[in-house]
DNA sequence: AGTGGTTACAGTCATTGTGACGTTAACCTG
DNA sequence: CAGGTTAACGTCACAATGACTGTAACCACT
């Protein structure tokens, strides 16, 4: 029996399953980073992948999302920001099933003392997509590759940029934020003054955050303002 | 029996049926207007809703979209604009099964000597949305209201307006679009010289379009000028 | 043919946003 | 206290934009 008569008896038109991958990125050390998880289920479970969850029969694709997070890497962040990429449903994508998958975009800053089980690992975006090779199951690369072209473009229409800090934060927090997602390095005036100039997007909280060991004159803190779009925009350089 | 403990029975955990509806958009007497079709399957068929299939076994996505709209609205366009808009998967949204929605945005210029088949009609996106009643099926409301702010959104930063319009077009007829989708009045000389300094926007092409029946200068004929990304950006008023 | 109306196209001017760069302020270490 | 580092603020030239005026090329009507 050939596979494509396999997979047209048990999955007749219409019926498929349905899973949720979840694209966690955060910024540690500076750097870019996705949140990778070692399959409980065949096939791939060799190789790293997103974490995800089939939908099960009462949630909504977000609670799976959140799910999945949870019992794959052991990430319970209600309040990360969290948002639909796109869905990938090519015939052929897992060679088993026919599964078309909702994948999401997850932001949220996750601290340096938080520590992943141990079938999860965070991996710097840049590393993984710059390599030939894929390292990652199904078409999970694409899926990365597409959720930084997607955090990439909505740090210069939104305020997206303050889901990767904890509240509060200083200006150059921010700025790294948008220097690791961008891959660039910004004129650190020229970012002061747009972020100061852009309604709602900052507002100033009280008290100042020490230097680092280098030294430095105390930062103001910042925590977000309100606004989602920004007008005007951050535009790449 | 309830129809909660049905639906859990007939749709276990992982396993859904997957549709794709088509939200097209087109801009006809300079009014901007969305596709909608009778179903032919239960329920809702005293309802108008947008075109959707199930997705067949051996189909990617984009082909059930495409498909859609050949079969419930004779629309044959292979070159129109297509894109995914989100997936919809609460349980609830269908009240007969566990139906997960992949919609789609389409863009295409319908030609006025277009006729469309009995269940297929054409309807101005403003009316549809003004009115507090829900004259849709399912949940297709909310899809028309997230195509039309996707379609606003996309004028802005890519040259996607070019796919409303047929080859060769003229700078009236493109700003007739942009005024078509946000809905405002744009300033004629304003919009020309952005248009020209957007690199790669629109090339000229030989011959001018004559004018209208109330006269006019004859315009210079244009067609896209092959960039997707504008820069700078058509930024709304 | 001439006049007024309509549309297409081109230019001016003040304001705003931006990139590049310099200056001052407030901390660190030695 | 000196030198280094980071934060915060200011200046200047240029690009982009909104509001507006002027010119060109067609129409219909008298």
Redesign the pocket.
């Known amino acids: 029996m050939s596979a494509q008569t396999t997979m047209a008896e048990l999955w007749p038109d219409g019926l498929c399953a349905v899973a949720v991958d979840v694209a966690l990125l955060t910024v540690r050390d500076g750097v870019l980073q996705v949140l990778l998880a070692k399959p409980d289920t065949p096939p791939f479970t060799a190789l790293w992948s997103l974490p995800g969850r089939r939908v099960a029969a009462d949630e909504n694709l977000d609670e799976t999302a959140h799910r999945a997070l949870r019992e794959l890497a052991g990430v319970a962040a209600p309040d990360a920001h969290l948002q639909q990429l796109r869905t990938y449903g090519d015939p052929g994508r897992d060679p088993h099933a026919r599964i078309v998958s909702v994948a999401y975009l997850a932001l949220t800053p996750l601290t340096d003392t938080f520590v992943l089980p141990s079938h999860a690992q965070l991996v710097p975006v840049a590393q993984l997509l710059a390599n030939g090779a894929n390292q990652l199951a199904y078409d999970h690369r694409q899926i990365v590759a597409d959720a930084l072209e997607r955090a990439r473009s909505k740090l210069e229409y939104s305020s997206l940029a303050t889901a990767f800090v904890t509240e509060p934060f200083?200006?150059?927090e921010l700025r790294r934020v948008y220097e690791a997602v961008w891959g660039v390095v910004l004129?650190?005036?020229?970012f002061?003054?747009?972020v100061?100039?852009t309604p709602g997007f900052v507002v100033e909280v009280s008290g100042?955050a020490?230097?680092?060991?280098?030294?430095?004159?105390?930062?103001?803190r910042y925590k977000p303002g309100g606004a989602t779009q920004l007008h005007?925009?951050?535009?790449r350089?």
């Open positions: 200083t200006l150059a004129d650190e005036a020229n002061r003054r747009k100061a100039h100042v020490p230097p680092g060991p280098e030294g430095g004159r105390p930062a103001k005007p925009a951050m535009l350089p």
